[in-house]
């Protein structure tokens, strides 16, 4: 009888623990403190920085953006030669990340977060410029920007030495613009430059109006002609930043062959109104919307943009 209790309560606790879930937020986001659960981050593991320091480092690292802020978690292997000699050394974690990738040092773009070693910096055009004063690790120099983190410490034993997790705002790496990429990169306890990887952020979204005036915007596909499309102003974003000649519009992100600036919807604020080449576009007879993208001036930032469309005639 004990063997079988034994087997019984063995099988059940394998079940418990496959049936445990990954430790996620309320939002279903990770949380932030040093433990990768199983399902956790899998779905966005970026891939292994490997280097030759001290005869071998590798580190995981997982990423990704959402409306508001970039997750992104490291973990050391700590069976590669370079792990006890970073350990020995106590060398901390140090994380970068750039946008725009245009950006060439030490243009702004560049943000630098090391919570044990230099504290937080960005670049400013002739270097890093550390606004709480260099090597200031003071829990509040991160906190107060919005920064969730768990740095492992390797040599002083932390609960988890190897992993790192931060959660940053969006509005501190951007702060000079964003291409719709960040670059993760820095040091994850490495001497070697580590391996950049990359998040894609989401864009913009913009209101479009695609020929403005008309309900429907029936589109026909034979037509030799243009097609106006409109990016309004509305109290978030000024249409008056957007760079022409990076918008592209239709299945075929055709350019606009000629655009002005005026009130197109009546408002009293300035709009962007462009004209695409129907034959250009590449809109299908299935198709019941249309996409609109580009970028603003500076800050670079990228854009999105949707609206409805009726082909016509139907079916020929």
Not at 63 to 89: E, N
Request: overall charge negative; some cysteine.
């Amino acid at each position: 009888m004990k063997k079988y209790l034994s087997i019984l309560f063995a099988l059940v606790l394998v079940v418990s623990l496959m049936l445990v879930p990954a430790v996620v937020s309320a939002d279903g986001t990770p949380t932030i403190d040093g433990t990768l659960s199983s399902g956790e981050w899998d779905s966005y593991h970026l891939g292994t920085s490997v280097t030759g320091w001290q005869g071998g480092m590798s580190v995981d690292v997982y990423g990704f953006a959402d409306d508001t802020h970039l997750y992104a978690a490291y973990v050391a292997d700590m069976t590669q030669p370079g792990w006890s000699v970073a350990a020995g050394l106590c060398i901390s974690a140090n994380l970068d990340y750039k946008t725009p990738q245009s950006a060439s040092w030490p243009d702004s773009g560049y943000t630098h977060i090391s919570v044990y070693g230099d504290g937080f910096a960005q670049t400013d055009g002739s270097g890093w410029n550390w606004p709480d004063g260099w090597g200031n690790t003071d829990p509040s120099v991160f906190t107060n920007r919005g920064i969730e983190y768990y740095v492992g410490e390797p040599c002083y034993g932390s609960p988890y030495p190897n992993t790192a997790e931060i959660k940053i705002p969006l509005s501190l790496l951007t702060y000079a613009g964003a291409d719709g990429q960040i670059m993760l990169g820095g040091q994850y306890w490495q001497y070697d430059w580590a391996t950049p990887f990359y998040v894609n952020l989401p864009p913009i979204q913009v209101e479009i109006d695609i020929k403005p005036g008309s309900d429907p915007n029936s589109i026909n596909l034979k037509s030799k002609g243009l097609i106006p499309v409109a990016i309004l102003t509305t109290p978030d974003f000024d249409a008056s930043t957007v760079d022409p000649d990076t918008v592209a519009f239709g299945p075929n992100e055709a350019a606009c062959v000629h655009w002005a600036l005026e009130d197109v919807d009546g408002d009293g604020d300035i709009d962007l109104i462009l004209h695409f080449k129907t034959q250009d576009t590449g809109i299908n007879p299935g198709d019941t919307e249309a996409t609109l993208i580009g970028y603003t001036y500076d800050p670079l930032n990228r854009l999105i943009g949707k609206d409805a469309v009726k082909i016509v005639p139907k079916g020929k």
